[in-house]
């Protein structure tokens, strides 16, 4: 069984900033792909920023220049520095990594939880 929890949301005051942490546990399995997404009440989930093995990262328009997606691959560890904050990044933000088990030898995409991010203005 492999988990993903989130941490670090919070409410802050429009510009400020916040850093969302996600960690990946469990036993025998790597790591591909980490990515945040996250869903604002009313809206469908949208993905925000992406990190693959090799560190190329991927950003929506809507948060490049502001936010950056980081990865601390021994401790299966993904971070969202946010900065800049602005009220319609309020919303519920969800890790997500695609992940091979090795004892299966599947793979397969894991979802976090989810944590609240409030940007008040």
């Known amino acids: 069984q492999v988990q993903l929890v989130e941490s670090g949301g919070g409410l802050v005051q429009a510009g400020g900033s916040l850093r969302l942490t996600c960690v990946a546990s469990g036993s025998d399995f790597s790591i591909n792909a980490m990515a945040w997404y996250r869903q604002a009440p009313g809206k469908e989930r949208e993905l925000v920023a992406t990190i693959i093995s090799d560190r190329t990262t991927n950003y929506a328009d809507s948060v490049k220049g502001r936010f950056t997606i980081s990865r601390d691959t021994a401790k299966n560890t993904v971070y969202l520095q946010m900065n800049s904050l602005k009220p319609e990044d309020t919303a519920v933000y969800y890790c997500?990594?695609?992940?091979?088990?090795?004892?299966?030898?599947?793979?397969?995409?894991?979802w976090g939880q989810g944590t609240q991010v409030t940007v008040s203005s």
């Open positions: 997500n990594a695609a992940i091979y088990r090795r004892s299966t030898n599947r793979r397969g995409s894991y």
